[in-house]
Every structure is written in C-alpha cells, then in structure tokens.
C-alpha cells in the first residue's frame, strides 16, 4: 500500500484541490488518470473500477494506486466522494440533454438535426457553468477589472472569439484594454506591458495553447492578477490565475462550442458595469 503523506479528501471540493495541488508530484500515468477523474465525475460515480480503468486506458490497480496517491485506503473510498457529489444533487447533464431530445422528438439525418444537437448541447453547457461557478469567483473577477488600469486579453485559435468580445464590450465601457493578437510574432512582447496595476484575461481550453499558457504564467509571477477561463483545474492556465472559471465539455460532444464562455464573458461585463455605475454614486 502506498505511504499515506495527507489525509484523504473529505468532500468532492477538497478532491479537486487535492488532485490539483499534487498534480505535478504524480507519475505520468497517475496524471493521465487525474485528467480522466477530473474530466468524467459522473463515469467515476457510476462504473466499475474495471470499466473506469478501460475508459481510462490503464490498469485497475492504476486506479488504486490514485486514489492511494491522494490519500484514500483504495479506489473505494475515493469513489464514495463522486457518489455523494451525485447524490447532493449534481445533475447528470447527459441526461438532461437525452431528455430534451425525447421531448423534442426525432430528426435524425435532417437538417435540422444538426441544429438541434448543438442546441442541446449548449443548454448542458450553460446549465454546468451555472451549477459549477461560485457567484464569489465572479464578484472576485469583476472587482478585478474594474481596479484594473488596464485589462490585457489574450487567446488562440478557437478561444479568441471570447477575448475579441471582450474588447469589444471593454471598449463600450470605454475602459483600456489591449487585445493580445500576436500579429507579427509580437505576443511575449505585447503582454510584458502588463503590470500589477493592470490585469489580464487568458482563454485556452484543449489543446492549449503553450504560448499563452507560458507568457500568463510569467506575468502573474511578475504580479499581475490573472483571470483565466478554461476547461479544467488541471489546465496550464489554472496554477498562476488569481480567478479561474472551469468550464467543463462533454468530450463526446459533436463541436466544442462557445456558448458558455462567451456568457461568463458577458456576465463579468454587465457585473463590470454595474460596479462601475454604483462607484460613480
């Protein structure tokens, strides 16, 4: 049995810190299960731990040897925390999802199925961002931004929708802000203008993007506030940021929308406004 360095977790929250603080001490293996354990709670509640280890694509003594790495006696014990998760009252969104389908009614290989299924999913979206986003962490970003001289936005690839609205409605606000596009190789060089007096937003879900994760690590050890948004605490963007927001996906969805992150971004933008007015009285 492995040593035992820290008590076992005693709720799912303290299972989240935990796997997160000690990410980085695991083995390779391990951490491919913390990604896995992290990304599935609702599998974890539910399968065998043969099942899980086959989804997992490791060995069920893999999986005990997690649930041992984070303190647990076995697996068991660890996976009674995602069971009272469950039992708590989490919704299984998948569900959710099949049942507005039922509702719904057929489509399948029409056209309008297609619409129908990213709207179902980005429903599930919305209802996991609303269930899993503590009104503090909010409140935290948006006093964030508004004591901010200045707000650096920065994303790639599919996550830039986010941050190009930002500026958009940072710029309705008429408050300064620099959008971090990177033309011209520029984007280390563009965010070392940011100082502890101003903060930055960063947005980057699977496959994240190594250079926005690296220059947001180093200006937030340089004290600048970060307010991340992503997908996971195990993201590169999760460690340096003062606010994180995890906005989980359903792997087995068609497209990876955006749906729920541009609505945190509007959420902080109409609660930076609100800030902003009631300051001015």
């Known amino acids: 049995m492995a040593k035992k360095t820290k008590p076992a977790p005693k709720t799912y929250e303290e299972l989240q810190r935990a796997i997160t603080d000690r ?45 041992q790495a984070l303190g647990f006696d076995g697996f068991s014990a ?63 970003a948006v006093e964030i931004l508004a004591g901010a001289n200045q707000v650096f936005l920065i994303a790639q690839r599919r996550s830039f929708p986010v941050t190009f609205y930002l500026s958009y409605a940072l710029s309705c606000l008429e408050r300064p802000f620099h959008l971090v596009d990177g033309v011209g190789g520029m984007v280390t060089r563009q965010l070392r203008q940011a100082t502890p007096k101003d903060a930055i937003v960063a947005v980057s879900f699977r496959s994240y993007s190594p250079q926005v994760a690296e220059n947001v690590a180093e200006r937030a050890d340089a004290g600048v506030p970060v307010i991340a948004i992503t997908d996971s605490p195990l993201s590169p963007l999760a460690p340096p940021a003062t606010v994180c927001f995890e906005i989980a996906d359903n792997e087995k969805q068609t497209f990876r929308g955006l749906v729920a992150p541009i609505c945190l971004a509007q959420t902080l933008v109409v609660g930076l406004s609100d800030l902003l007015d009631t300051n001015k009285k």
């Open 23 to 67: 990410y980085d001490s695991l083995s390779r293996q391990l951490q491919q299960i913390a990604h896995f354990v992290v990304e599935n709670p609702d599998d974890l509640a539910l399968e065998t731990i043969t099942r899980l280890a086959e989804l997992a694509e490791v060995q069920p003594s893999s999986m005990v040897r997690f649930a």
């Open 78 to 140: 660890m996976q009674r925390l995602f069971r009272s998760r469950l039992i708590e009252g989490s919704v299984n969104y998948r569900e959710r999802v099949q049942g507005l389908r039922q509702e719904r009614g057929s489509d399948e290989g029409g056209p309008g199925s297609v619409l129908s299924e990213l709207a179902d999913q980005g429903v599930a979206s919305l209802e996991m961002l609303r269930a899993g986003t503590p009104p503090e962490d909010i409140q935290k």
